[in-house]
T-cell receptor, first 116, second 117 residues
């Protein structure tokens, strides 16, 4: 069965520091998708990125970057030069291609607190 | 990204009443929507998969008669919490699956905070 582990429950940084969120997944499927979502205090989950299992290219989007390493089953997320607005809970999720309805399996989430 | 609207954002009700929550995909059609429940400081727990024109698929341990799901159109799914009790108080959040190049993406609504007195 699929599983997503986010070992860090909470990270506190000072503004402008970089912060890396770890995500380790387990799956027996060869085709799968990995996601990161942001949940600010308002509650809505905001889609950040999707990566499929065949694409190991790292990606950068502004201050956000993602490192996908199939060899270690990890999909880590780095926020560079953090800002107070980055304070939120971040969820890593996995979807297996053969899962009915493409269900998402979420990690436990990492709460990021960026202090001014 | 695609927009999903969830209404109401907050509801307070008396024990024994039923509460309906709506989830709409505003700029795309969604044959599949999902309903989640989230406890404070916890992750999202999938309750059910809502399929347009057919019965919902519930996760193990979720009472079908307690949480009624209807997905009558390609843009609307509703969750009705029947005879709500204080233990049903929680944050409920829906998502709609959108087709995208390279694979589907779930877009989420803003959630509904239910408080049962």
């Amino acid at each position: 069965a699929q599983k997503v582990t986010q070992a860090q429950t909470e990270i506190s940084v000072v503004e402008k520091e970089d912060v890396t969120l770890d995500c380790v997944y387990e799956t027996r499927d060869t085709t799968y998708y990995l996601f990161w979502y942001k949940q600010p205090p308002s509650g809505e989950l905001v889609f950040l990125i999707r990566r499929n299992s065949f694409d190991e290219q790292n990606e950068i989007s502004g201050r956000y970057s993602w490192n996908f390493q199939k060899s270690t089953s990890s999909f880590n997320f780095t926020i560079t030069a953090s800002q107070v607005v980055d304070s939120a809970v971040y969820f890593c999720a996995l979807s297996e291609a053969r899962a009915a309805g493409n269900k998402l399996t979420f990690g436990g989430g990492t709460r990021v607190l960026v202090k001014p | 990204g695609a927009v999903v609207s969830q209404h109401p954002s907050r509801v307070i009700c008396k024990s024994g009443t039923s509460v309906k929550i709506e989830c709409r995909s505003l700029d795309f059609q969604a044959t599949t929507m999902f309903w989640y429940r989230q406890f404070p400081k916890k992750s999202l727990m999938l309750m059910a998969t809502s399929n347009e024109g057919s019965k919902a698929t519930y996760e193990q341990g979720v009472e079908k008669d307690k949480f009624l799901i209807n997905h009558a159109s390609l843009t609307l799914s509703t969750l009705t919490v029947t005879s709500a009790h204080p233990e049903d108080s929680s944050f409920y959040i829906c998502s709609a699956r959108a087709s995208a190049r390279g694979g589907d993406i779930q877009y989420f609504g803003a959630g509904t905070r239910l408080s049962v007195l």
